[in-house]
């Protein structure tokens, strides 16, 4: 198994696509993005129930559509004292188009009446990478934490004013780029995704 030569990545949103140019900035590829690729670029739902058929919804859509293999991701919040919602669900929370906005806004409300010794969370992540051929691998992440009720900084996106990491004082939107990127669930999914393909 080895990297190949080029690599699509499989999201048009800027947040994520600077994320991850930072995470996967080693992979010896070529990156073909939104930004630097004309396409197509097909809109592909999450029609999901599960973070894995989603991030392979993804990749398997795009490798399609470039004929270059691709890699996408899903994740989500799960918190505990909802039985692990939102979860995969968790960019549509607050309905079906919810900004992330509306959606932090929902689950503040949510967290503002739970303890805030009840309010464990994490932050779950599943790699994936397809190519056009068929086959595909993932990798998963997760990043341990809690939640607070009053949004802290401006970095970041997502839920993560209100997500706190183990062993932090700190939002995740309150931590630097590299102190997120050595413990974020996205970062571990990804790395665990980059052994996959150097073993």
Not at 22 to 32: A, G, H, K, N, T
Request: overall charge negative; charged content about 25%.
């Amino acid at each position: 198994m080895s990297f190949p030569a080029r690599l699509a990545i499989a999201t048009k949103n800027p947040h994520k696509l600077r994320e991850l140019g930072r995470i996967c900035r080693d992979w010896p590829v070529e990156w073909l993005t939104v930004e630097n690729h004309p396409g197509p670029w097909p809109d592909v739902p999450e029609p999901h129930d599960t973070y894995l058929d989603n991030a392979l919804e993804k990749a398997r859509a795009i490798a399609s559509a470039l004929g270059e293999p691709a890699i996408a991701d899903d994740s989500g919040i799960e918190v505990d004292a909802l039985d692990g919602g939102p979860g995969p669900r968790s960019a549509r929370f607050a309905g079906e188009g919810a900004s992330d906005a509306e959606n932090l806004a929902k689950l503040i409300d949510v967290v503002d009446a739970i303890s805030p010794e009840a309010r464990t969370a994490r932050y779950r992540c599943v790699a994936a990478i397809a190519w056009p051929n068929g086959r595909t691998m993932h990798a998963k992440g997760t990043c341990e934490g809690s939640l607070v009720a009053t949004p802290q900084g401006a970095r970041g996106f997502g839920y993560d004013p209100i997500f706190v990491p183990q062993g932090e004082r700190r939002t995740m939107a309150e931590l630097g780029d590299e102190a997120k990127d050595r413990i974020s669930h996205r970062a571990r999914a990804f790395r665990a995704l980059a052994e996959l393909l150097s073993a």
